[in-house]
């Protein structure tokens, strides 16, 4: 395993919800990932993990790789793929998410 798909599976082994995103939770750097964190703050995760894929252009390839899923962001909670933006939408209307969030420990 490379040193970067070790750190990705690192990160979200051993924190309850990990976003892989461009920007960061303060300055999102596109609509997708800034949809995400909102979604993510209206079901009230406390605890997240942020990993700006902008910092790192093999970091940015390698999640891509590890979850054989070709956009960002990339939600993981409790170690397990999650989806995209999309996904993460359908997820959060028909209450799945909130669920899932609320089962990892990282709502207040």
């Not at 490379?2 to 990705?8: A, H, K, P, R, Y």
């Not at 461009?22 to 703050?41: D, H, M, N, Y």
């Amino acid at each position: 395993m490379s040193d970067v798909q070790t750190f990705i599976k690192e990160t979200i082994t051993s924190n309850p919800v990990v976003l892989f995103m461009k920007g960061t939770v303060q300055f999102p750097q596109c609509g997708f990932s800034s949809r995400a964190v909102q979604i993510l703050r209206q079901n009230g995760v406390t605890k997240l993990v942020t990993v700006n894929v902008l910092d790192d252009e093999e970091v940015r390839s390698g999640i891509k790789t590890f979850s054989q899923w070709p956009t960002i962001p990339q939600l993981y909670i409790k170690g397990e793929f999650i989806g995209g933006s999309d996904i993460i939408g359908e997820m959060e209307e028909n209450g799945e998410l909130k669920k899932l969030l609320q089962e990892s420990g990282a709502v207040a």
